[in-house]
Nanobody, 121 residues
């Protein structure tokens, strides 16, 4: 079955950087759009970034544009989220998602368990 396993979340100071990874298995990774979402305590889950299966087209939410970058390595079946200039408002559980069609909406078919990112001020 499809498995998405996130890693890399931890406590970091404001202004710092983190790179999240999501390792995928059980699917033809190179044929799937991949995305990152996040959910802060008491808030709805929100879209962060997505990358298409073809040509690596990317899309980032306005709240992270210029600070976060999504990328993928099809040879390693892994998608990454490089997060720079972190602010306390970035504190959330970050989820990886995969779908063959969906790109920038939330209707992804497969989801990981999440990794906690905490940014201290």
């Amino acid at each position: 079955q499809v498995q998405l396993v996130e890693s890399g979340g931890r406590l970091v100071q404001a202004g710092g950087s983190l790179r999240l990874s999501c390792a995928a298995s059980g699917l033809t990774f190179s044929s799937y759009n991949m995305a990152w979402f996040r959910q802060a305590p008491g808030k709805e889950r929100e879209f962060v970034a997505a990358i298409r299966w073809s040509r690596g087209l990317t899309y980032h939410a306005d709240s992270v544009k210029g600070r976060f970058t999504i990328s993928r390595d099809n040879a390693k079946n892994t998608v990454y989220l490089q997060m720079n200039r972190l602010i306390p408002e970035d504190t959330a559980v970050y989820y990886c998602a995969a779908d063959r069609v969906t790109f920038s909406s939330s209707n992804y078919n497969y989801w990981g368990q999440g990794t906690q990112v905490t940014v201290s001020s």
